[in-house]
């Protein structure tokens, strides 16, 4: 099956940038899914990009994608302490399966 | 605006008790997942339906089952509790095709002693 990986912490301050990171093994990914889980509750669809873009940007949020490094990113712009969640990297692959990945706590210090 | 609901947000369960999770979304949705959340680990998919009375394993299907006698609920069984069975678990739904955007239910949060 696919693998999905992440790194499990990121720690930002407040008003600066934050690049969240995810590899995958699927070279079959059509979709690429951004959850966001905030404390206590269960996962919402942040953002979302196609194969056969490089980039999507949406407000604060910028999705790039390497597809011959198998390579996501999620970045958000200005971060503020309402950003503080766990965020999932979803690539939807072969037989139109998503996995998911193993989630980065974000952490904004005010 | 899509809803799903899961019947409990914590549960204390004793080893060996049969266990039933249910799910209900309003939206119509034709697909239906049950996952579990644990730290390190990420979510990992235990069973999803295409369809009423039609069941997939995904891929941690063991010591766990699954019903869907009507569109809108899936229940997670489990047939008798373990420790490790210990966890949060997400109930999700989405529109036919095998996947997309999916909607999520705030979880469960299993103990089983």
């Known amino acids: 099956g696919e693998d999905v990986e992440q790194s499990l912490f990121l720690s930002v301050r407040e008003g600066d940038s934050s690049v969240i990171n995810c590899t995958y093994t699927d070279s079959s990914s059509t979709y690429l899914y951004w959850y966001k889980q905030e404390p206590g509750a269960g996962l919402q669809l942040l953002t979302y990009i196609f194969s056969n873009m490089d980039m999507k940007q949406d407000q604060r949020l910028t999705v790039l994608l390497n597809k011959k490094d198998k390579h996501l990113s999620l970045r958000i712009a200005d971060t503020q302490t309402g950003d503080s969640a766990i965020y999932f990297c979803a690539p939807r692959g072969g037989y139109q399966k998503v996995t998911f990945g193993t989630g980065t706590k974000l952490q904004v210090i005010p | ?113």
Not at chain 2, 16 to 21: A, I
Not at chain 2, 107 to 113: A, N
């Open chain 2, 1 to 113: 605006d899509v809803k799903v609901t899961q019947s409990s947000r914590y549960l204390v369960k004793r080893t060996g008790e049969k266990v039933f999770l249910e799910c209900v979304q309003d939206m119509d949705h034709e697909n239906m997942f049950w996952y579990r959340q644990d730290p390190g680990l990420g979510l990992r998919l235990i069973y999803f339906s295409y369809d009423v009375k039609m069941k997939e394993k995904g891929d941690i299907p063991e010591g766990y089952s699954v019903s869907r006698e009507k569109k809108e609920r899936f229940s997670l069984i489990l047939e008798s509790a373990s420790t490790n069975q210990t966890s949060m678990y997400l109930c999700a739904s989405s529109l036919g095709g095998g996947g997309g955007e999916q909607y999520f239910g705030p979880g469960t949060r299993l103990t089983v002693t």
